[in-house]
């Protein structure tokens, strides 16, 4: 079973924890065939070690590596390639399923984030997440990433 596995935008944005198992992938290919039978297609890491591409390529999913430090938050250049991978996965069908270690703080600012991309207020993001996904966003840096995304798109904040 994927570790906290959970549809932020059913059926387009989902996010978890760590795939394989804490231990390395023992786990990998059950995970992997688990996340294709709930409709992912499309896979970002934002763990330190990626996971091996033949294995999400035999599952015909495309995959994202953006290594995050643990309890940091990402660059907005990380933000804008992780939005730019969610659409362009959506636009072609392929549902995402973003994780880090525990699927709370990495994943959650990446969720928040891709709520920002689509209207809603850096605040209302946040809510919308920790609703969901409770526990999600876990440091001020990384709150404070998702309100400078908004910024960057022109929102008030």
Request: zero cysteines; proline letters at 4%.
């Given at each position: 079973m994927v570790f906290n596995f959970g549809w932020l935008?059913?059926?387009?944005?989902?996010?978890?924890?760590?795939?394989?198992?804490?231990?390395?992938?023992?786990?990998l290919e059950d995970d992997l065939d688990l996340?294709?039978?709930?409709?992912?297609?499309?896979?970002?890491?934002?763990?330190?070690?990626?996971?091996?591409?033949?294995?999400?390529?035999?599952?015909?999913?495309?995959?994202?590596?953006?290594?995050?430090?643990?309890?940091?938050?990402?660059?907005?250049?990380?933000?804008?390639?992780f939005v730019q991978f969610v659409d362009e996965a959506v636009e072609q069908g392929r549902p995402v399923m973003v994780h880090c270690s525990a699927g709370l703080g990495r994943t959650g600012t990446m969720l928040a984030s891709y709520l920002v991309r689509m209207g809603s207020s850096a605040a209302d993001a946040l809510t919308q997440v920790r609703n969901l996904r409770p526990g999600s966003v876990e440091t001020a840096a990384?709150?404070?990433?998702?309100?400078?995304?908004?910024?960057?798109?022109?929102?008030?904040?």
């Open positions: 935008l059913e059926g387009r944005l989902a996010g978890a924890g760590q795939i394989g198992g804490w231990e390395g992938d023992e786990r996340l294709a039978a709930q409709g992912v297609r499309a896979i970002v890491s934002l763990t330190a070690n990626a996971l091996p591409a033949g294995e999400v390529a035999a599952r015909d999913m495309a995959y994202l590596h953006l290594p995050i430090q643990d309890m940091q938050s990402p660059s907005l250049g990380d933000i804008r390639a990384q709150e404070r990433a998702v309100y400078e995304y908004a910024v960057h798109l022109g929102q008030l904040t």
